[in-house]
């Protein structure tokens, strides 16, 4: 006779639908016991969807409530009794604001949004204006929710069209409801922008916005969305030079470098990037060959060429390591050659073209490698910000410099 225990023995094997059809008052039980493992908690808490038992509901409901318990088991209860609105005055009370568990402030908006609670809607449009998928689910869901129940015009009625992420909110909910969003290409916050040109669909209505966008921001965006759609380079590239070929200018960023940071970033930059670096992109041609194992051999070139520069200043290098074996994970655009005594001194060379930097701008490495053809960047060079261009970094989606850039490393 199968029993909680055999039906979830461990972590990553759990019988779900033994689970499911299992006794629903000693699943209940097994849920709130501290003693018993979370994940075998939060898998009885899963399997009671649709069949919470009357009599155990005061112990789940004070379960959600105990913030001394293991979060993941909170977060899946408060998604299996969100229905309840016993539970509103506690998930709108002030402490909720300082809920430590991880994902815990998101559900409890999310269940805010579920039960009905207006109020939410300006933390539920931040959270759905999010750069993490799981964040902006989460935000979307309790939005929808509350839009269901009242209305998409109460729900805006509520929130401070000044914010982009009301903006942003209003564009998502009118483009679900069959409206014409195309108009939100010409929102000043270029996030909100990004957000209208990947719900448009139809390249001719965009086509007849191009001849009336009211900023070259605006086409911009609506000659990105075309070609999202339609693959339409041609078209791109008029539209780019009709507007002057328009770009971020930023002072002291060297053309070949520029070039470089274009073509790996430009094209899959964060939402809040200018569009002009997005556009460029498309319409500049690329530095890096057309296919990966040319790429591959180009890179093992310069390696090979580094590593021969580096022998003729009797350096003494070491054989270049990828930066992911360097940090012993992750991976990036550079690779490292140690030389000198020991391997002490490292010089760094990039995967983005004829770029390398190293250790203090040791004099006699740079020698070699300029002499070799490579584009030296020392740290003035290296301490351009590259401005309007959202890069993902450890977390943070801001400009970086150069140096990260052409030596960028992610675990």
């Not at 815990?104 to 998928?133: I, N, Q, Y």
């Not at 139809?202 to 075309?226: H, N, S, V």
């Not at 890179?299 to 090979?304: D, S, V």
């Not at 490495?365 to 584009?375: D, K, P, W, Y």
Request: with cysteine; charged share 25%; aromatic share 6%.
């Amino acid at each position: 006779m199968p029993n909680i225990r055999t039906l979830a023995p461990e972590a990553g094997r759990i019988d779900v639908a033994g689970l499911r059809a299992y006794d629903a008052d000693r699943l209940a039980r097994c849920a709130v016991d501290r003693a018993a493992p979370w994940w075998r908690r939060t898998a009885c808490v899963e399997a009671l969807t649709g069949r919470v038992p009357q009599a155990r509901l005061g112990e789940l409901l004070a379960c959600v409530r105990d913030g001394g318990d293991n979060g993941t088991v909170r977060r899946a209860l408060l998604g299996l009794l969100s229905d309840r609105a016993e539970l509103l005055p506690w998930l709108r009370h002030e402490d909720r604001r300082g809920e430590e568990a991880y994902g815990m402030p998101e559900a409890v908006l999310k269940a805010r949004g579920a039960l009905g609670d207006l109020t939410a809607a300006a933390e539920l449009a931040t959270l759905a204006f999010s750069h993490w998928s799981s964040r902006r689910a989460v935000g979307e869901a309790g939005m929808d929710a509350l839009v269901e129940r009242y209305g998409a015009g109460a729900v805006l009625g509520g929130l401070a069209a000044g914010r982009p992420e009301d903006r942003a909110a209003a564009v998502r909910l009118r483009d679900r409801a069959g409206e014409d969003v195309v108009d939100a290409l010409a929102d000043p916050d270029p996030a909100v922008a990004h957000l209208a040109q990947s719900l448009l669909t139809c390249p001719d209505r965009i086509r007849a916005y191009l001849g009336e966008a009211p900023t070259a921001d605006a086409a911009l965006w609506a000659a990105y969305a075309l070609h999202r759609l339609t693959g339409d380079a041609a078209r791109t590239r008029a539209v780019y030079e009709s507007l002057g070929r328009p770009r971020v200018e930023v002072e002291g960023l060297d053309e070949e470098v520029r070039r470089a940071i274009v073509h790996e970033y430009g094209h899959e930059c964060e939402k809040q990037s200018d569009p002009r670096w997005r556009i460029e992109a498309l319409c500049t041609d690329s530095p890096h060959p057309p296919d990966e194992e040319r790429q591959v051999a180009e890179e093992e070139r310069r390696l090979a060429l580094a590593g021969a520069a580096l022998t003729a200043a009797g350096l003494m290098p070491r054989p270049p390591l990828s930066c992911g074996q360097v940090h012993r994970q992750g991976g990036g655009t550079y690779h490292v050659i140690g030389y000198g005594e020991g391997g002490r001194s490292e010089v760094l060379v990039s995967t983005l073209g004829p770029f390398a930097g190293g250790d203090g701008d040791d004099p006699a490495a740079r020698a070699a490698l300029e002499a070799a053809g490579f584009h030296w960047i020392d740290g003035p060079a290296g301490a351009v910000r590259v401005t309007g261009l959202g890069v993902y970094y450890f977390g943070a989606r801001e400009p970086l410099d150069v140096s990260t850039l052409l030596f960028y490393w992610q675990d």
